[in-house]
DNA sequence: CGATCAACTGGACTCGTGGTACAGTAGGTC
DNA sequence: GACCTACTGTACCACGAGTCCAGTTGATCG
């Protein structure tokens, strides 16, 4: 019954990684006080440090919860452009429009990349946690050039294109985008960038 | 002869927040001390205090700073641009190879952008910082979409285009390679998103 | 029924940091 | 010789992060 017993811990601790995760995109990491979350969970300091033995290990936790997140949505987005065609390119295609939708109904005002918060206060951390960022990019970017290798076979581009740079430019557009939405409070920016990604997509591969 | 006397304060000034925006991009703006500042530039917490009336002071010093220079970089850039080739499309393609060109020989190993590290720690300033940070973004979506425009009366595009987002992306590439070249620890990933940035205006504008 | 363990509470303590206050001073300027 | 700029020096306070450790509660297991 390891389901039903003494699971109130693992829910405490995840009150509390989402409270850090909020606050953090908010305020930034040396910012936020563990008084804060404590208070938001209504727990004791020496609540907090039962589950985490200290900030550093706060962050990591956070890390892993937000790389976790991050990879199963976009697994499922993708898949499910690929059951809607077969076409590798199209299927690519049909993908992005629905993480354009997605991103675009977004519930919070102010999304954000807690990664890219981290990258901005990356001296806070240790060697550990600046590799768990690593590691996260690098998903995207392998993620989506074994993508548009598959389509770069099918869809011969007529002229040399760095598939590397293509594939990265899709995260590059969303942390970008999650910019620009929080700077000027706009909630559209985003979703329009991966619009124009779309296109240069089919540009490249679907030269009109 | 305002130049020559009584200058040395506005030198220590300067040399305040050339270290505060480092520290800042490294640690993030809350993890930033003056005591460290201080210690940098070799001077005691009371001439801290003589050149900023707080670190709100500081932080908006800070932005002023430094879309102060961000503007002159790249007017000088485009103007460049402009000037070996007449034509607004041409002349801008020129522009954009000068700027990747640019992104790619910056001295520092970890280059940031002190906007996108506020915006990730809003809440840590009042409003006006946070006006001040959007005059920014929209400097940028101004600047390029006034190019859009002419080159799109020029050359008119077959299909719609987001002009808005087109000029939004330049600046939304640049947040996002920043990011990501952070996070890799590669510098080649901005100045090739530019190019990719570059080629995509171009075959909107000029299909092939 | 008693032992065990997860999930905490309570309290006391240290240290760093922001920020204030104020008096003094070196050196160039008018 | 008075004045101003650009500081130094010292003392002080409040707050909050983070550490440590001892104790408690309530469910579970044999």
Same mark, same amino acid.
Request: with cysteine; charged share 25%; net charge negative.
């Given at each position: 019954?390891?389901?039903?017993?003494?699971?109130?811990?693992?829910?405490?601790?995840?009150?509390?990684?989402?409270?850090?995760?909020?606050?953090?995109?908010?305020?930034?990491?040396?910012?936020?006080?563990?008084?804060?979350?404590?208070?938001?969970?209504?727990?004791?300091?020496?609540?907090?440090?039962?589950?985490?033995?200290?900030?550093?290990?706060?962050?990591?936790?956070?890390?892993?919860?937000?790389?976790?997140?991050?990879?199963?949505?976009?697994?499922?987005?993708?898949?499910?452009?690929? *059951?809607?065609? +077969?076409?590798?390119?199209? !299927?690519? =295609?049909?993908?992005?429009?629905? $993480?354009? %939708?997605? @991103?675009?109904?977004?519930?919070?005002?102010?999304?954000?990349?807690?990664?890219?918060?981290?990258?901005?206060?990356?001296?806070?951390?240790?060697? *550990?946690?600046? +590799?768990?960022?690593?590691? !996260?990019? =690098?998903?995207?970017?392998?993620? $989506?050039? %074994?993508? @548009?290798?598959?389509?770069?076979?099918?869809?011969?581009?007529?002229?040399?294109?760095?598939?590397?740079?293509?594939?990265?430019?899709?995260?590059?557009?969303?942390?970008?985008?999650?910019?620009? !939405?929080?700077?000027?409070?706009?909630?559209?920016?985003?979703?329009?960038?991966?619009?124009?990604?779309?296109?240069?997509?089919?540009?490249?591969?679907?030269?009109?």
């Amino acid at each position: 019954m390891l389901e039903t017993t003494h699971r109130k811990g693992a829910e405490t601790r995840e009150r509390l990684l989402a409270a850090a995760e909020s606050a953090v995109l908010a305020k930034g990491f040396a910012a936020t006080s563990i008084d804060e979350l404590i208070a938001a969970v209504g727990i004791t300091k020496s609540g907090f440090f039962y589950h985490f033995k200290d900030k550093a290990d706060l962050a990591k936790s956070m890390m892993l919860r937000y790389l976790e997140h991050d990879r199963a949505v976009l697994d499922d987005i993708f898949r499910r452009g690929d *059951e809607l065609n +077969e076409d590798p390119l199209h !299927g690519f =295609l049909v993908g992005l429009k629905l $993480f354009a %939708e997605m @991103l675009g109904n977004l519930p919070e005002a102010h999304p954000g990349c807690l990664a890219a918060s981290f990258c901005y206060q990356d001296q806070l951390f240790n060697r *550990e946690i600046r +590799e768990l960022n690593a590691e !996260g990019v =690098l998903a995207w970017r392998t993620r $989506f050039r %074994e993508r @548009l290798d598959v389509i770069a076979f099918r869809y011969p581009p007529r002229s040399e294109v760095d598939l590397e740079a293509m594939a990265d430019m899709a995260a590059t557009l969303v942390e970008g985008g999650l910019i620009l !939405g929080r700077m000027l409070g706009d909630v559209t920016i985003l979703p329009r960038q991966i619009v124009l990604y779309r296109d240069f997509i089919r540009s490249v591969f679907l030269p009109a």
